[in-house]
T-cell receptor, first 116, second 114 residues
Framework: AQSVTQPDIHITVSEGASLELRCNYS??????LFWYVQSPGQGLQLLLK??????LVQGFKGFEAEFKRSQSSFNLRKPSVHWSDAAEYFC??????????????FGKGTKLSVKP | GAGVSQSPSNKVTEKGKDVELRCDPI?????LYWYRQSLGQGLEFLIY????????KSGLPSDRFSAERTGGSVSTLTIQRTQQEDSAVYLC????????????FGPGTRLTVT
């Protein structure tokens, strides 16, 4: 069965430090991959997505993610974290199979805390 | 324009009662999804509507759960005979269509079953 693993439940980084959030997936074909952010009291918002083409994708707020097929990974990175980045981050893959495209399978999330 | 709206924002109900959760998608969006976010389970897909096609109900956890979408717009998720394990945040999302269109999520309904 398809799955998404986010091995880090909680990460704390200092403001200005670099960040990498890990995501591994299981999928038979070329996946559609997503990163969502959920800020306290707010809904899920799409950060970035990978469908095909360039394996390094850019999102808003300075985030980027790299698709590595050989490692089944889609890690999220940011070179310099801001205090406003504190939130929960979810990696997701679209469920394969005709008739169900668009249904997302989510990882359990990584909560990011930012130290001043 | 307005985003996805959900009502109520919070619902407390007694075990065994039925509840209805409402989702108003973004105007013009033909696809509508329901997800459940609970502690320990993360985000789970429940059901997917696309236009006039038969919905994909493969994520509904039991026959106590049902959903409908009237007129291709508003959707209602109904949970019958609620159980404590149904306590969760129920999220609705809509998009212009299936992939590659982006899903826009509503703020969710927090359901607490006592």
């Amino acid at each position: 069965a398809q799955s998404v693993t986010q091995p880090d439940i909680h990460i704390t980084v200092s403001e200005g430090a670099s960040l990498e959030l890990r995501c591994n997936y299981s999928y038979g074909a070329t996946p559609y991959l997503f990163w969502y952010v959920q800020s306290p009291g707010q809904g899920l918002q799409l950060l970035l997505k990978y469908f095909s083409g360039d394996t390094l994708v850019q999102g808003f707020k300075g985030f980027e993610a790299e698709f590595k097929r050989s490692q089944s990974s889609f890690n999220l990175r940011k070179p310099s974290v801001h205090w406003s980045d504190a939130a929960e981050y979810f990696c997701a893959v679209a469920k394969e199979g005709s008739g169900s495209q668009g249904n997302l399978i989510f990882g359990k999330g990584t909560k990011l805390s930012v130290k001043p | 324009g307005a985003g996805v709206s959900q009502s109520p924002s919070n619902k407390v109900t007694e075990k065994g009662k039925d509840v209805e959760l409402r989702c108003d998608p973004i105007s013009g969006h033909t696809a509508l999804y329901w997800y459940r976010q609970s502690l320990g389970q993360g985000l789970e897909f429940l059901i997917y509507f696309q236009g006039n096609s038969a919905p994909d109900k493969s994520g509904l956890p039991s026959d106590r759960f049902s959903a409908e979408r009237t007129g291709g717009s508003v959707s209602t998720l109904t949970i019958q005979r609620t159980q404590q394990e149904d306590s969760a945040v129920y999220l609705c999302a809509s998009s212009f269509g299936p992939l590659p269109y982006e899903q826009y999520f509503g703020p969710g309904t927090r359901l607490t079953v006592t």
